[in-house]
C-alpha cells in the first residue's frame, strides 16, 4: 500500500515537499516512480529513484524537483521548488522491483493521490 500525501496550495515560485509512505512490501527492493494528472490530461512521468538511488526526472523539471528516499522510513519524498502554475496536478506515486521506469504501465502498485495547486 502507498498512502501520498503533502499536498497542497502554493504561490507560484514556492515551494512543497510532497511524501510517499509505503507498506506491506520490502521497500528497499523497490523503485519509486512519481508521476501526475491534470484535469483533462493524461498521467506523465514526473520523476523516479531505483532500489540503488539512481534517479531520472521529466525535462519539464529537471533541475526543479528532487526525488529522494529513506528507506527506514519506507518513505519516498518529491521536493519541489520554483513551481509553477502548470505543475499544477494530482500527484501520485508507484512502486515496481528494483529498476527506474518512466512508463506508467510498469509501475504495479498506486497510491491515491495528492492534490498540489500552485496560484499565478
Known amino acids: 500500500q502507498l498512502v501520498e500525501s503533502g499536498g497542497g496550495l502554493v504561490h507560484s515560485g514556492g515551494s512543497l515537499r510532497v511524501s510517499c509512505a509505503a507498506s506491506?512490501?520490502?521497500?528497499?527492493?523497490?523503485?519509486v516512480g512519481w508521476f501526475r494528472q491534470a484535469p483533462g490530461k493524461e498521467r506523465e512521468f514526473v520523476a523516479v529513484?531505483?532500489?540503488?538511488?539512481?534517479?531520472d526526472y521529466a525535462g519539464s523539471v529537471k533541475g526543479r524537483f528532487t526525488i529522494s528516499r529513506d528507506n527506514a522510513k519506507s518513505t519516498a519524498y518529491l521536493q519541489k521548488n520554483r513551481l509553477k502554475p502548470e505543475d499544477t496536478a494530482n500527484y501520485y506515486c508507484a512502486t515496481r522491483w528494483k529498476i527506474t521506469s518512466t512508463q506508467t504501465d510498469e509501475f504495479y502498485t498506486w497510491g491515491q493521490g495528492t492534490q498540489v495547486t500552485v496560484s499565478s
Open positions: 506491506g512490501l520490502t521497500f528497499s527492493n523497490y523503485a
Open positions: 529513484i531505483s532500489w540503488t538511488s539512481l534517479t
